[in-house]
């Protein structure tokens, strides 16, 4: 009896050592998206901090995809044209006028369908194309929808 005992414990363990080791596992290449209505109603929510201290205090309708594994997210919001020339400002990001059509390489979720994004009429920055090695931001306004498109990341140089 005692044997068995002995025996049941120790599968006991093994079972919830490797419950933990999977769990962990999972959350390292874990996923996260969701939609929050307001910066107040993303800090609620199980969102990497980086992300939200990124983002602008007027920013709403906010929808995000994070990638723990990639230490990467991509982001789009609404926000005044005037808070996102501040906040571009703020962050040193040097925004070029958009007045034909620029492909943002970045997806989202429009009416639960995957669709590619571009800004006809707006403004962007990218430091993807000279990144040595560290992190990139590529960023959209655009000024019909009055909506900011965000990918954000660290590449591993």
Known sequence: MKRTARRMLVLGVAATAASLLVAGWLHTFRVTSGFAVSMADLHSRHVPASLAEV??????DIWYLCNARSASADVSFSLSETEFLAWAEKRGWRVRAVSEEWQIPLT????DERVQLSVEDGYSFSNFEERQSGGYVIVAYDRIRRRVYLS??????
């Open 152 to 157: 954000v990341g660290s590449v591993a140089g």
């Open 108 to 111: 989202t979720y429009d009416q």
């Open 55 to 60: 983002l602008p205090a007027g920013a709403s």
